[in-house]
């Protein structure tokens, strides 16, 4: 089994930033691709960005793209997403996602791992 915890989520004003980080444990991945969604409140989980296994291949939300990064360093079994000028419509929970697939995936349903969510919280 692998297990995913997320860190790096909190209260920040609107036109900061944050650095979420996932680390992933127990069984390994393989050379899967991950990814980061999210969920606000009312509304259901959506995509936000994935990476392939050896980073060649980034997808973004239009609604983030330009304004965050997805990364990842596979021999610290690690991922991460930079958030930068954040605005209140990114508060959300923000859940890392993994898989033992190589190809990219940006549909939850693609993904066979989850992490337990880190809160975001972006004030006007």
């Known amino acids: 089994q692998v297990q995913l915890v997320e860190s790096g989520g909190g209260l920040v004003q609107a036109g900061g930033s944050l650095r979420l980080s996932c680390v992933s444990s127990?069984?390994?991945?393989?050379?899967?691709?991950m990814g980061w969604f999210r969920q606000a409140p009312g509304k259901e989980r959506e995509f936000v960005a994935a990476?392939?296994?050896?980073?060649?291949?980034?997808r973004y939300a239009d609604s983030v793209k330009g304004r965050f990064t997805i990364s990842r360093d596979n021999a610290k079994n690690m991922l991460y997403l930079q958030m930068d000028s954040l605005s209140p419509e990114d508060t959300a929970v923000y859940y890392c996602?993994?898989?033992?697939?190589?190809?990219?995936?940006?549909?939850?349903?693609?993904?066979?791992?989850w992490g337990q969510g880190t809160q975001v919280t972006v004030s006007s």
């Open positions: 996602a993994a898989r033992n697939v190589l190809t990219m995936a940006t549909r939850s349903n693609e993904y066979s791992y």
């Open positions: 127990g069984r390994t991945l393989g050379r899967g691709s």
């Open positions: 990476v392939t296994w050896g980073s060649s291949i980034t």
